[in-house]
């Protein structure tokens, strides 16, 4: 029973080509995250979305944009994709936020190489 | 802000010798603290977590102690099997922010 599904798990685009990621869940959650993951780090959050109030990381670059249209989809933008954000994003999802002790569930993760 | 140090970055056993991953975080109301399990090519999976009103948790062959004093939260995994072998974060969220906080990582091997 998938809970946060990603889609799709590998994603090639070119270098300053626009590039659309997809996270639904089917777990009803307020909370919704992305995160970017380069290889042999811990995941790094990019914003996240407290119902439809969005928060945005203080050092996450301009290229990057999110939508969330209702509780189950959330998409990540990448307005010009570099070389350096090749990666994988990984959405999560919480009840409520990480603050009031409540767990992020993780999907799949999408991997994005960039050429 | 709060920081997380987790150690050692690279662990490797015996099947069926015993694990153990130490964090420490700076912030002293930090107050939940799980522990996530990542294969490779896979998003992070949710293995144990403890919240700052319980010293110790267990599961099975997973366990987690907190010492909120020395602030240092351990991961102990028993028994340990090949497919344990994975990368181990842990993380730490603090009541005001509503973020986690991971550590670097442990990349666990256990050889058969």
């Known amino acids: 029973d998938a809970m946060v599904i990603q889609n799709p798990r590998y994603q090639v685009t070119q270098f300053g080509k626009p590039v659309t990621l997809s996270c639904s869940q089917t777990l009803n959650h307020n909370v919704m995250y992305w995160y970017q993951q380069k290889s042999s780090q811990a995941p790094k959050l990019l914003f996240h979305y407290y119902d439809k109030d969005f928060n945005n990381e203080a050092d996450t670059p301009d290229n990057f944009q999110s939508r969330r249209p209702n509780t189950s989809f959330c998409f990540l933008d990448i307005r010009s994709p570099g070389l350096g954000d090749a990666a994988m994003y990984l959405c999560?999802?919480?009840?409520?936020?990480?603050?009031?002790?409540?767990?992020?569930?993780f999907g799949p993760g999408t991997r994005l190489l960039v050429l | 802000g709060e920081n997380v140090e987790q150690h050692p970055s690279t662990l490797s056993v015996q099947e069926g010798d015993s694990a153990v991953i130490k964090c420490t975080y700076s912030?002293?109301?930090?107050?939940?603290f799980p522990w996530y399990k990542q294969e490779l090519g896979k998003g992070p999976q949710l293995i144990i977590d403890?919240?700052?009103?319980?010293g110790e948790k267990k599961d099975q062959r997973i366990a987690v102690t907190l010492n909120k004093t020395a602030k240092h939260f351990s991961l102990h995994i028993t028994e340990t099997q090949p497919e344990d072998s994975a990368v181990y974060f842990c993380a730490a969220s603090h009541p005001r922010g509503g973020k986690l906080i991971f550590g670097q990582g442990t990349e666990l091997s256990v050889k058969p």
């Open positions: 912030d002293s109301a930090s107050n939940y």
């Open positions: 403890i919240r700052s009103n319980v």
């Open positions: 999560a999802t919480s009840p409520r936020l990480a603050g009031t002790q409540e767990t992020q569930y």
